[in-house]
């Protein structure tokens, strides 16, 4: 088993993308398909993949840069870019996506693979999420959406308004088209709203019934404004996929339907799935009907749809080697981003010349500069939005990171992290003339989020252990984190087995080493355990840093890290 759930034999496996891509959204334009997903306070955000067959997905770029409200500067969690939608009109691309304290937003573009518009803000107001656009026949635009009950104080509705017709300007006022509180049609926690016509029928297809352990329904009416019917289309069943609901309906050239939707794997985040669609009496059945209720569950594998075009298999990326000395596109900032947070630096290296950096000659490393944007006198992760981060692609896996730390001043850092609701970091400070290595957990909650050490190494000693110099010592860092679990046999088993609780989740451990050694046993155990949390709608995530205690966030001046590759592969 490997990263992608094409089979190579005409068929495919479910997940299609073991990433949390939360909240996708999928079309098809021609004979290639685009799909995005919701980015939260990451940058940058709303990303771009592809695909030609709906399995083999690859990550090609990405609609904003950052998030154009500077308090996104300081990293804002749970917050940001939520649940878009993705559409192609006359043209023009356009992804409309809400942001629960601000509004609804918009960004277009005729080339998707290249830069898209400067977001616009169609509508402002609390507590609107979830916003989908529909041009209708007659020339009208519309907007239909939900309502997010922390911001507005309700929730389990779906809302219109009318839209100018290129889509840029909200021309009515907002109400609401139905209500899942009602006993007659109970829908609770409907959100997530996508609408399609067809037959004379307006179609809502909506999740229902939170994220963990929900489902997913379908509204009707001969008129977009209601009222409309409502019937279960999909749900557990008798399968281990929970909550299966919320993405995007797409068709393929010969007519065949398709659903793309998420499954919450807790500290995995939200992971994609592929569903056929058929038609029963004017209602769509998603999966298959294996109880003949009309309502389908979860697809475990089948045949790969017929599609006219079959994709070579493709790979998520996690490893990097820096090349051209910038993030590559598996990377995402804690928060807003600029040019100060980075720069590169040349490397040559002599390998075989079958390697990749023989064919590259030389390459260029990532160099972190050591900032604090946050202006902190001890700067914490939760709040540094130049904290490097990239999603967990493996359910098991090491993933060794290689650093030079000759650049830092006093009072700098570098290391490693693994986040979620709360989060663990291994790094080397370079502190009262001398240097040490720490690590460090995080506690208390988003707005008051702490670091309290938990082991502290004299960088010194380490370096006599390796029979090496600080100075090349500080030249030859690397950090291997593991996250394993010692109870299960075969870890292709965790793509599809649920994580609903902490008993079959993994374990991060974090060593360090001075050397190419990679054998852990040699490794100086830093000795911790971790095992992160979701609550921020987001999964874990790895991350790379270099910061300082230094107020001043000035690059010309500031230390640095130069990371010269991370190396993840799959256990």
């Not at 277009?108 to 026949?137: A, M, N, Q, Y």
């Not at 569903?275 to 569950?297: L, M, S, T």
Request: proline share 5%; charged share 25%; net charge negative.
């Amino acid at each position: 088993m490997t990263n992608y759930s094409d089979l190579e034999n005409g068929r495919f496996r479910n997940p299609i993308l073991f990433a949390d891509y939360s909240d996708p959204d999928v079309i098809r334009v021609g004979d290639t398909y685009y799909m995005t997903a919701s980015s939260f306070n990451y940058t940058p955000g709303l990303p771009i993949l592809i695909s030609h067959d709906l399995v083999n997905w690859k990550l090609v770029n990405y609609a904003i840069q950052n998030i154009a409200e500077e308090r996104f500067n300081i990293p804002r969690h749970s917050e940001g870019v939520w649940a878009p939608a993705i559409r192609y009109h006359d043209g023009m691309f356009y992804i409309y996506y809400g942001m629960p304290d601000e509004g609804y937003y918009v960004v277009r573009t005729t080339d998707p693979l290249g830069k898209w518009e400067d977001p616009v803000c169609i509508l402002e107001g609390k507590g609107l999420i979830d916003s989908c656009p529909f041009w209708d026949d007659d020339g009208k635009a519309y907007v239909i959406h939900g309502y997010a009950k922390s911001r507005i104080g309700f929730k389990s509705i779906l809302g219109i308004f009318e839209m100018s017709s290129d889509g840029l300007k909200a021309i009515s006022e907002d109400h609401f088209i139905f209500d899942g509180n009602d006993p007659k049609n109970p829908a609770v926690t409907i959100e997530g709203p996508k609408v399609y016509k067809r037959d004379g029928y307006y179609y809502i297809w909506a999740p229902a019934g939170g994220v963990k352990y929900g489902y997913q329904v379908v509204l009707r009416s001969r008129d977009i404004h209601g009222p409309y019917e409502i019937k279960e289309v999909m749900h557990t069943g008798n399968t281990v996929i929970n909550g299966p609901h919320q993405g995007g309906l797409v068709d393929t050239v010969n007519g065949d339907e398709w659903f793309i939707h998420f499954q919450d794997r807790g500290l995995y985040g939200r992971i994609c799935h592929l569903q056929p669609v058929h038609w029963e009496n004017g209602w769509p059945v998603v999966g298959v009907n294996a109880d003949d209720n009309g309502v389908g569950e979860p697809v475990y594998e089948m045949d790969k749809p017929d599609t006219g075009i079959s994709d070579e298999p493709a790979y998520l990326q996690a490893s990097d080697l820096f090349y051209d000395g910038t993030p590559g596109l598996m990377w995402q900032w804690l928060g807003n981003h600029n040019e100060s947070f980075y720069g590169t630096v040349e490397h040559h290296e002599t390998r075989d010349k079958e390697s990749e950096l023989f064919k590259h000659g030389c390459r260029r490393g990532l160099r972190l500069n050591a900032l604090n944007p946050s202006g902190e006198k001890e700067p914490v992760i939760w709040k540094s939005a130049n904290v490097l981060t990239q999603k967990i692609i493996y359910p098991l896996f090491k993933a060794d990171i290689k650093v030079d730390a000759t650049g830092l001043l006093p009072g700098d850092r570098t290391g490693v992290c693994m986040t979620g609701g709360q989060y663990m970091a291994a790094y080397i400070e370079s502190k009262d003339n001398a240097y040490v290595v720490k690590v460090i957990e995080s506690y208390g909650g988003d707005l008051d989020k702490k670091e309290r050490v938990i082991g502290e190494y004299s960088f010194g000693d380490i370096c006599k252990k390796y029979g090496c110099s600080i100075e090349e010592g500080l030249k030859n860092i690397r950090f291997s984190m593991l996250f394993d679990n010692d109870n299960v046999e075969n870890s292709d088993d965790l793509f599809f087995k649920n994580v609903d609780d902490n008993e079959n989740a993994p374990v991060l451990r974090i060593y360090l080493k001075l050397n190419d050694d990679t054998d852990l046993l040699k490794a100086v155990d830093l000795n911790v355990q971790y095992t992160p949390s979701d609550h921020t709608w987001v999964g874990a995530k790895i991350g790379i840093f270099a910061l300082t205690s230094t107020v001043s966030s000035n690059a010309d001046n500031s230390g640095y890290a130069d990371f010269i590759s991370v190396d993840v592969t799959k256990i």
